[in-house]
């Protein structure tokens, strides 16, 4: 299986941009078409989403992580490769129910070349260097924060225990501060929430800063 994931050729670029286009209908549920007499009410509210994101950015990249983000969709593949060839990345592995991150990590997997792993493959003795992918529930602007929550018994895996993890986040994700993130969850909270502030670092009593100590070594949260 190995060898034939290695000799899997690049698709054409066009099949790339349409698996980035049903990534983002997997993470927002439809395709995002707007209607002539919608667009005039949502410039303002774009407006303001691109200042949350542009400020969200700012702050993650301020903790160490790294944020993509393509004015073309088939470019978003390569540079991800890259980045996770530069971290070591062989293995890739995602929650087997959600959609999006499913579909990038299999897009990816000859630009590694990557092999997929299972999450119980990931959690043995010694794994290979691994990615781990999942979807934002929210991104936090005030702080450069990713959230991931365990709603619908969802797992947190990804952000926790992979060398590597890569966020896929929709615009509808981002919100300006930590209140505005709380408040959406309020009505059905959470058992497990995880703030991702960029990699798990450390230091000890000598002040020694130890990178991925107790969680990811690298964030990569990938725009969509």
Known sequence: ?????????????????????????????????????GRAAGHAESCTRADTIALFRDRFEANGGNF???????????ALGEALRLSGVAGLFFPEDDAGARQLAEALVPFGPFTLVSSAEALQPSPPQTAGFQTADYAIAETGSIVQTSLGG????????????????SRAAFVDRMDDCMAALADDPPRNISFLSGPSRTADIEQTLTIGAHGPRKMIAVLI
Do not use: C
Not at 68 to 78: F, G, R
């Open 1 to 37: 299986m190995e060898e034939a994931e290695r000799n899997t050729p690049v698709e054409p670029l066009d099949r790339k941009a349409e698996l980035i286009r049903r990534i983002a209908v997997a993470l927002r549920g439809h395709d995002g078409a707007k209607t002539s007499s």
């Open 68 to 78: 993509i983000e393509s004015p073309s969709p088939e470019a978003i593949l390569p």
């Open 154 to 169: 969802k797992t947190l895996l990804p952000g926790l225990l992979a060398d590597v993890h890569v966020a896929l986040v």
